[in-house]
Nanobody
Framework: QVQLVESGGGLVQAGGSLRLSCATS????????MGWYRQAPGKERELVTC???????IYADSVKGRFTISRDNAKNTLFLQMNSLKVEDSGVYFC????????????WGQGAQVTVSS
């Protein structure tokens, strides 16, 4: 049973923008820290950004000032707005739900491919 359902992603030129969405149940959304990881070919999965159940956010240095994470508590949906995309942002992006500011993951989304062309 899929607990986190992602949408968005796709192919965009460098400098462009994309938005990812992640829908889940109210109970999962309300008690967990929600985040986005990404994995490029041949590399480990890395934490991109996280927002706690209380609204505290963290970002990887590589995306600060370009990516914005947000929660729509009424719709139990997580968003990732990605601006000024770079080729090195390419990869599969995974929505996550868990604790310890997204370091202990209980649920994963299915993944969304993001490809940034030069």
């Amino acid at each position: 049973q899929v607990q986190l359902v992602e949408s968005g992603g796709g192919l965009v030129q460098a400098g462009g923008s994309l938005r990812l969405s992640c829908a889940t149940s109210r109970i999962i959304f309300s008690i967990n820290d929600m985040g986005w990881y990404r994995q490029a070919p041949g590399k480990e999965r890395e934490l991109v950004t996280c927002v706690s159940s209380g609204g505290v956010t963290i970002y990887a240095d590589s995306v600060k000032g370009r990516f914005t994470i947000s929660r729509d508590n009424a719709k139990n949906t997580l968003f990732l707005q990605m601006n000024s995309l770079k080729v090195e942002d390419s990869g599969v992006y995974f929505c996550s739900a868990g604790r310890v500011m997204c370091r202990s993951i209980s649920y994963w989304g299915q993944g969304a491919q993001v490809t940034v062309s030069s």
